[in-house]
């Protein structure tokens, strides 16, 4: 069995906010919890598109293009052979054969790079390398494997037809072309062609930024040494790393104390240069209550109770003159990442430009059993697999006893989705799961 090393961003259309459960699972939560797909809606709708900037194509990669890059000259600019070889006119080699080649003295040779004209004589050859512009009234190029190879008169042993082994002008590009249609992701190919036609800079829209908060009096940086009551501060390395995985670009502020003044400077400061805030260890109990009023004159954070487990609460608002997407996550590490990778991906996507938020879900037989929570979608850790005698998918629920075993999840290669109605899904069933980031 081998574990997929395949993820997926397809195209979504209108069902921006889809969900991993099909519609035969789902059930209404009770009235004082919030169904997933209506709190994913409300994140989903908050989505703002960073404003494009102009960068070099060397920092392009991976970005979305914010404009049509029309090429302003052909590709290739010249005719030019594709092979290292002889430039001839087809009609003077038609009939060469092995037994009987066809000499043709050769009046030259052009390198690749070179801008001195050659102009070319019926019943002659021209010496040309790989991309070397083409003489005057060539119109084939006979491979130097199909010769004798000599430079000084040559022997033809193959016949070869008009535009045979060469590049002509605007083959690849014509000028007026798209070269990089505005919404392509760029990668290595993008940020070839753009250089090919002449483009140094490129109109990208850049990645969403994100600051990352934790809070909480309990906690240390990883630099220091926890007393009796004290615990690391996981939740803004972690998440830090989700977000960067998602394509943010991350500003991991670490350890912020609740005190209302301090707290609200932090945040409000955070604001004006993010996209997306995410505050760790702000949501449930007292803490969340501290927090919340602390930030009550920024705007409006809605705690709510949504209808999943692990994180059921959490808070989510729009802060400061730029209404920024602000998420309050459990403190608990391993619920804040399952929350961050229901709601917070999803939002990085699409500020990203990503036509489907959602990672590539598939269907995948139970090797153990799992429980659920009635009426709560299960967002359960899970190791994938692929039978390769039967192609067939199967998974290993991990950590099945709690949500507390970070190194489960640290094992984990998906996330199984269990739907509102289900609490017990017996071995060898079917479930539905999403794709994690693989390691490779």
């Given amino acids: 069995?081998?574990?997929?090393?395949?993820?997926?961003?397809?195209?979504?259309?209108?069902?921006?906010?889809?969900?991993?459960?099909?519609?035969?699972?789902?059930?209404?939560?009770?009235?004082d919890f919030r169904s997933v797909d209506d709190h994913l809606a409300r994140v989903l709708a908050a989505a703002v598109r960073p404003r494009p900037v102009r960068v070099a194509i060397s920092e392009s990669q991976g970005l979305l293009c914010a404009e049509e890059v029309v090429a302003q000259q052909a590709l290739p600019g010249f005719d030019q052979a594709a092979v290292d070889g002889y430039a001839v006119r087809s009609v003077d080699v038609r009939e060469a054969t092995e037994d009987n080649p066809i000499e043709l003295p050769v009046v030259g040779e052009i390198h690749a790079g070179s801008r001195q004209p050659r102009r070319l004589q019926p019943g002659q050859a021209v010496r040309v390398a790989t991309g070397a512009p083409l003489p005057t009234l060539a119109d084939a190029?006979?491979?130097?494997?199909?010769?004798?190879g000599h430079l000084a008169r040559v022997a033809v042993m193959r016949s070869v037809p008009s535009a045979a082994y060469l590049r002509r002008m605007g083959e690849d590009v014509q000028i007026g072309d798209v070269a990089v249609r505005k919404g392509d992701i760029i990668g290595s190919a993008q940020v070839?062609?753009?250089?090919?036609?002449?483009?140094?800079?490129?109109?990208?829209?850049?990645?969403?930024?994100?600051?990352?908060?934790?809070?909480?009096?309990?906690?240390?940086?990883?630099?220091?040494?926890?007393?009796?009551?004290?615990?690391?501060?996981?939740?803004?390395y972690a998440l830090a790393a989700a977000a960067r995985d998602a394509g943010a670009e991350v500003s991991r502020v670490g350890i912020v104390s609740t005190e209302a003044s301090r707290l609200r400077e932090v945040v409000e400061g955070r604001l004006l240069m993010s996209e997306i805030v995410v505050i760790a260890g702000g949501a449930g109990g007292s803490a969340g209550e501290d927090v919340r009023a602390a930030l009550s004159d920024l705007g409006h954070i809605d705690e709510t109770r949504v209808a999943m487990h692990p994180g059921s609460t959490q808070g989510f608002g729009r802060l400061g003159p730029d209404s920024v997407p602000t998420f309050l996550l459990p403190a608990n590490p391993m619920s804040a990442l399952v929350v961050?990778?229901?709601?917070?991906?999803?939002?990085?996507k699409a500020a990203r430009g990503a036509r489907n938020p959602h990672r590539r879900v598939i269907n995948a037989r139970l090797l153990s059993p799992i429980s659920s929570v009635h009426g709560r979608r299960g967002y359960l850790r899970g190791q994938l697999m692929r039978d390769e005698s039967t192609g067939e998918y199967l998974v290993q629920p991990l950590g099945i006893s709690g949500t507390n075993m970070l190194s489960s999840l640290a094992e984990a290669n998906c996330l199984i989705t269990v739907g509102e109605l289900q609490t017990e899904i017996a071995s060898g069933e079917e479930v539905q799961v999403a794709f994690l980031a693989q390691r490779g």
């Fill in 340 to 348: 961050f990778e229901v709601f917070v991906r999803p939002l990085i």
């Fill in 192 to 236: 070839g062609l753009l250089a090919a036609v002449g483009r140094s800079k490129v109109l990208v829209y850049p990645r969403p930024r994100v600051s990352i908060i934790s809070v909480g009096d309990e906690l240390v940086d990883v630099d220091r040494t926890p007393t009796v009551g004290q615990v690391y501060d996981v939740n803004s």
């Fill in 141 to 148: 190029v006979v491979p130097v494997k199909y010769t004798n």
């Fill in 1 to 31: 069995m081998t574990t997929p090393e395949q993820q997926h961003e397809g195209h979504v259309g209108a069902d921006m906010a889809g969900t991993m459960v099909s519609g035969t699972d789902q059930m209404a939560p009770d009235d």
